[in-house]
């Protein structure tokens, strides 16, 4: 399974990634694919769908 | 003379391939976190800003405050391994450097507190986030048990694309907050990107193999997770 499958199959919204997204998602290995599914899966309270409303860049 | 950046031919995605390393990093942590997007509005515009804002300093603080100890933990492997390893090597100066440029920041940030009304031995009793001390915590871990490079993915996800100053200087002109409060975030949004070109050009520089890149992208991944749940966790519903 791709790893754009296994965020879909996590209900991880991959149609609105644009293509260079998409090729990144299916560069990571099984680890970092493990850190994208964890937090775009439980912990995305601050954003609506793929995209965020509010940065947290503060550093 | 500097090697050029890995190819990334190892890369299972061609698309990727060839992408400077500090570009493909990049790339990762807007993956992992989105917020952190250049054209994305700053958490410092938030309109409720005043009632999280003890809350979100805390927060950087208990990263703060690990910084200097996690680079001379880099530093101290990097310098073991440079005999025999061309990118612990050519790590050791910017680990030297960067010591000296991050040094006080976690007194700067207690001050900030100081300000809003935290009382300092509070602060300092409080126990951190769970999910900030792991993510910091790794670090440890790859730095000592697998290669000091990863903590360049770590400062690649807190340092790059930092909030400009006017963005800083608005919050603390409109929002409420003494603009006493403000000091540590001006400080880091007046001098970051100049952090940030000089980390883009040293992971550029590097002799990286694959798992080298990997390394930092797992590194910066876990940090930027960190913060999106810590900061989730913190931010008004």
């Known amino acids: 399974m791709s790893n754009l499958d296994q965020l879909a199959k996590a209900g991880v919204p991959i149609k609105d990634m644009s293509a260079e997204e998409k090729q990144v998602v299916e560069s990571l290995s099984q680890p970092e694919l493990s850190v994208l599914l964890e937090v775009r899966t439980k912990y995305e309270g601050v954003c609506k769908g793929n995209r965020p409303v509010t940065s947290l860049k503060i550093l | ?237």
């Not at chain 2, 805390?58 to 073991?80: D, G, M, N």
């Not at chain 2, 400062?155 to 929002?175: Q, R």
């Not at chain 2, 694959?210 to 913060?227: C, D, E, T, V």
């Open chain 2, 1 to 237: 003379m500097v090697q050029p950046s890995p190819t990334l031919e190892d890369y299972r995605a061609a698309g990727v391939a060839g992408l400077p390393a500090s570009l493909l990093l990049k790339k990762k942590i807007l993956l992992v976190s989105p917020h952190t997007h250049e054209t994305t509005p700053s958490v410092l515009t938030h309109p409720q800003l005043r009632e999280f804002y003890p809350e979100m300093l805390f927060t950087l603080y208990s990263t703060i405050w690990a910084t200097v100890p996690l680079l001379e933990a880099a530093l101290t492997v990097s310098r073991e391994r440079s005999a025999d390893d061309a990118v612990a090597a050519k790590l050791v100066p910017y680990f030297q450097n960067h010591i000296a440029e991050e040094l006080h920041h976690d007194e700067w940030m207690l001050e900030d507190m100081e300000v809003l009304g935290m009382k300092r031995s509070e602060i300092l009793e409080r126990l951190p986030p769970a999910g900030i001390a792991e993510a910091v915590g790794a670090q440890y871990y790859w730095i000592y048990h697998y290669h000091p490079v990863a903590f360049l993915g770590y400062l690649a996800a807190l340092e790059t694309d930092p909030v400009s100053a006017e963005v800083v200087k608005k919050a603390a002109a409109e929002s409420g907050i003494p603009p006493a409060a403000f000091r540590t975030l001006l400080i880091h949004s007046e001098h970051d990107f100049d952090h940030c070109e000089d980390l883009n050009r040293l992971i550029d520089g590097l002799p990286l193999q694959p798992q080298h890149i990997r390394l930092m992208s797992l590194s910066a991944m876990q940090i930027a997770a960190a913060y999106d749940k810590a900061f989730t966790a913190m931010l008004p519903g």
